[in-house]
């Protein structure tokens, strides 16, 4: 009974009602110091940065896929200075393949919206993506000379899309690990770090796949891999990073020096 009694003499509030306290100081010296240079660093070193991604993806391409044949282009582009990407033939699908890919789109979206569990996120996606292939397959079967995109073209695009997606995950990241209280420093440097090296990865591993996939496979797909597998797969490690994240500060947090941070209200 005494040993019950010890442990029930502090009895902790329960987290309803209350909220990290954020001293406004520190978290406008966290953006200037973090936030800030590494913006400026990564905007003043994008042409080292998609040169790099652009000599990688050739050297796995030449050795792993030999038939794809792929040169780097640089062009200056006002806001961002000098950008790299790579350039390769453009193969068209044809009226077969994109008759077929039209057919399957179409089946695709009839069993999905028939699915006892349509209305669930899985199937929703599903749904974007098959109605997504099944317009562009429809333009591919009636005005494919008309398709205004070449394979080039669209290595520029996901290259410009991928400094979107850097420079938008990195304040974003910076913002959000800022506003949860002023401990952990260290874990909110390591989330920011880990947000951006495997965004910087995984683009250059993505790039190189769908480069040989559209060589390989027709234009076709473009759309596909533009739209629903592009920065719809990125936020998926972002939240996966940031959860991660937010369980470490949890616990920093429900330590005895992190309850002095919360603020009831």
């Known amino acids: 009974m005494k040993d019950i009694m010890k442990e029930k003499r502090i009895i902790y509030y329960s987290r309803?009602?209350?909220?990290?306290?954020?001293?406004?100081?520190?978290?406008?010296?966290?953006i200037c110091l973090l936030i800030l240079p590494a913006l400026l660093f990564l905007w003043f070193h994008l042409d080292?940065?998609?040169?790099?991604?652009?000599?990688?993806?050739v050297q796995?391409?030449?050795?792993?896929?030999?038939?794809?044949?792929?040169?780097?282009?640089?062009?200056?582009?006002?806001?961002?200075?000098?950008?790299?990407y790579l350039s390769a033939r453009t193969v068209y699908p044809g009226f077969r393949t994109s008759v077929l890919n039209a057919v399957a789109s179409f089946f695709a979206i009839a069993v999905?919206?028939?699915l006892p569990w349509k209305g669930r996120p899985v199937a929703i996606y599903l749904l974007l993506n098959t109605g997504i292939h099944l317009i562009n397959s429809l333009w591919f079967v009636f005005g494919e000379r008309y398709f205004p995109y070449s394979l080039t073209t669209y290595s520029e695009l996901y290259m410009l899309q991928e400094i979107g997606i850097w420079i938008v995950f990195l304040v974003m990241t910076g913002l959000v690990t800022g506003m949860i209280g002023d401990r952990g420093f260290i874990y909110k440097f390591l989330a920011v770090a880990a947000v951006m090296a495997y965004s910087i990865l995984f683009g250059v591993l993505r790039y190189m796949v769908f480069m040989y996939f559209m060589y390989r496979y027709s234009i076709i797909y473009m759309a596909l891999c533009y739209?629903?597998?592009g920065p719809m797969f990125d936020f998926l490690y972002l939240v996966m990073i940031y959860a991660i994240f937010v369980n470490r500060m949890i616990k920093i947090y429900d330590s005895g020096k992190g309850r002095e941070a919360w603020r009831w209200s």
Do not use: H, Q
Request: aromatic share 16%; hydrophobic share 40%.
């Open 16 to 30: 309803t009602y209350r909220r990290i306290k954020v001293n406004k100081i520190k978290y406008i010296l966290y």
């Open 48 to 57: 080292d940065l998609t040169r790099w991604m652009c000599e990688v993806s």
């Open 60 to 84: 796995v391409l030449k050795k792993y896929c030999p038939e794809v044949r792929a040169g780097i282009r640089t062009e200056r582009y006002a806001l961002f200075g000098n950008l790299s």
């Open 112 to 114: 999905i919206v028939n």
């Open 227 to 229: 739209f629903t597998f």
